[in-house]
């Protein structure tokens, strides 16, 4: 895995859950702009996620490659279910969901890193 | 007048909070079955119990949450029925794990209540029946 990479996402997604709760405790729905943070965030998440498959292939493996391909499936499809799903609703809880999902992703990749390098 | 508060309720449900409730337990699904299976898959011969059960778990949440985002009168029943379930299971392995640890050597989602998931378990079905039942309320009305 990409070490500057896993930091860039985890940053942008914390700002991304800060903007949104801003949003959602103005009551404000979400608008074109959070979608565009999400493509953005989303697309760092695949270039991590293409850096470690690529790095699988070529034989280095975590030694849980099972658990961890999942969280990688699970982190590549996050950003974009939930913007998607935020997006229907165009109340307050549409930036809600999308903060709740930028929580989630950095502890995912903290889970993430801890599978391709366990420090025990 | 049932023909035109049908479909108020139906978009009620996974509007608003809800909306966020189903993506809450869409996640908490996802993480407890895909644990549930891969214990079950890998070690189980530590605890079939314990792991049988995350795995249980994690179905019903699956279960709740498909029933919260379609959000028809069955569905609305269908998640009523699992957030019941989720809630008296947290609370009857909650109890267990706490007086009678050596019922549950491995935890599961539910062990300690929830503590291992931040209590999640513990939260989510309180939320998930408060808002089915104040949909349910506001439909009757």
Known sequence: ?120 | MPETSAPTAAKTLRTGPGRLLVAVYGVFALAATARGSYQLATRFDEAPAAYALSLFAGIVYLVAAVGLARAGRTSRRVALVSCAVEMAGVLVVGTASVFWPSVFPEDTVWSGFGSGYLFIPLVLPALGLWWILRVHRMDRD
Do not use: N
């Open chain 1, 1 to 120: 895995m990409v070490d500057w990479l896993t930091m860039t996402i985890q940053m942008v997604s914390l700002a991304m859950a800060g903007w949104c709760l801003v949003s959602t405790f103005r009551d404000r729905p979400m608008v074109v702009p959070h979608l565009v943070g999400m493509g953005v965030l989303w697309l760092l998440v695949l270039g991590q996620v293409g850096a470690s498959v690529a790095a699988m292939v070529g034989g280095d493996r975590p030694a849980e490659t099972a658990m961890y391909v999942s969280y990688l499936a699970t982190v590549a499809l996050l950003p974009p279910a939930c913007a998607v799903w935020g997006f229907m609703e165009r109340s307050k809880w549409g930036p809600a969901v999308i903060a709740f999902a930028c929580l989630i992703l950095p502890v995912l990749f903290v889970r993430l890193e801890q599978l391709w390098s366990p420090v025990a």
